[in-house]
């Protein structure tokens, strides 16, 4: 399959989705508590934000596999904790983080791929 294949790229959801990893990403890096907010626990926040950002993802640019997408935001992930570990940061890192943040991609592609599933067998 050639690299130049046109896709098909919802620009309005495309700048909503880069604005909205912008804001995770500046939000994820500033300095603050954690616990303060409507949700207080951080695991439940990392699940709600991931599932928004998939969700914007596939709005986004539609003809992607979700597999591709699901990927590019758990990696996306996992470079958060990863400058959330450097000294220069102040943050904590933490693996569980990046389990949340999988399972929130997870639980938007869930029923999705249930219900490939399904019409395949019918």
Known sequence: MSLLIPRKINWPGLAA??????FTLYAALAPGD???GLIPWDKAKHFIVFYGLTFLATVALPK?????IAV??????IAIEILQG????????????VVADTLGAGF?????????WMSREA
Do not use: Y
């Not at 989705?17 to 912008?22: P, R, S, T």
């Open 34 to 36: 954690d616990t303060a």
């Open 86 to 97: 450097l000294p220069i940061i102040g943050r904590d890192a933490d693996v569980f983080d």
């Open 64 to 68: 992607s596999r979700w597999w591709k």
């Open 72 to 77: 590019v935001l758990v990696g996306f992930g």
């Open 17 to 22: 989705f880069l604005a909205a990893v912008a």
């Open 108 to 116: 938007f592609f869930g029923p999705i791929i249930v219900s490939q």
